[in-house]
């Protein structure tokens, strides 16, 4: 073998372990991706049974139920439609009514979101990027006038 064959052959496996690691992120990546909803996109919406999604918008007022142990039902709005919500586990200390949310977890069948893991806003200039655009599309969230 010729010191050009080498180099070639060199560059060229060296392609392709770039190549088969860009595969296999992607893949990942996708496997793990889970989209962002609001209550009102979800009538349009097709999902499949036990796939992961994030539920965003307004701790609805008046919906907060603690069950036994650390177990809290909740709805979720954006002042079209409301979805109820069931999450085990410690709630974050800035979680309450009329706050944005992000929650992640699946459907179950009767039509409930259970929700593995629960995002609140952490102070009371932000809201999780997501919940706002969606909600200022929708005409319900509007930011206040010191930002």
């Given at each position: 073998?010729?010191?050009?064959?080498k180099?070639?052959?060199?560059?060229?496996?060296?392609?392709?372990?770039?190549?088969?690691?860009?595969?296999?992120?992607?893949?990942?990546?996708?496997?793990?991706?889970?989209?962002?909803?609001?209550?009102?996109?979800?009538?349009?919406?097709?999902l499949?049974?036990?796939?992961?999604?994030?539920?965003?918008?307004?701790?609805?007022?008046?919906?907060?139920?603690?069950?036994?142990?650390a177990?809290?039902?909740?709805?979720?709005?954006?002042?079209?439609?409301?979805?109820?919500?069931?999450?085990?586990?410690?709630?974050?200390?800035?979680?309450?009514?009329?706050?944005?949310?992000?929650?992640?977890?699946?459907?179950?069948?009767?039509?409930?979101?259970?929700?593995?893991?629960?995002?609140?806003?952490?102070?009371?200039?932000?809201?999780?990027?997501?919940?706002?655009?969606?909600?200022?599309?929708?005409?319900?969230?509007?930011?206040?006038?010191?930002?």
């Amino acid at each position: 073998m010729t010191r050009k064959q080498k180099r070639l052959s060199v560059i060229a496996g060296g392609l392709a372990f770039l190549g088969a690691a860009t595969g296999l992120t992607f893949y990942a990546l996708g496997q793990k991706a889970s989209y962002f909803y609001m209550p009102a996109d979800l009538t349009t919406a097709s999902l499949q049974p036990g796939q992961r999604i994030r539920l965003g918008g307004l701790v609805e007022k008046g919906t907060i139920e603690r069950g036994q142990g650390a177990t809290v039902a909740f709805s979720v709005t954006d002042n079209q439609k409301q979805v109820k919500v069931t999450y085990t586990g410690i709630l974050p200390d800035l979680f309450r009514e009329e706050q944005g949310v992000i929650t992640e977890g699946t459907f179950r069948p009767d039509g409930v979101f259970v929700a593995d893991s629960v995002l609140a806003k952490h102070d009371e200039n932000y809201m999780p990027k997501e919940v706002a655009d969606g909600l200022k599309a929708k005409g319900v969230w509007q930011e206040s006038k010191s930002e």
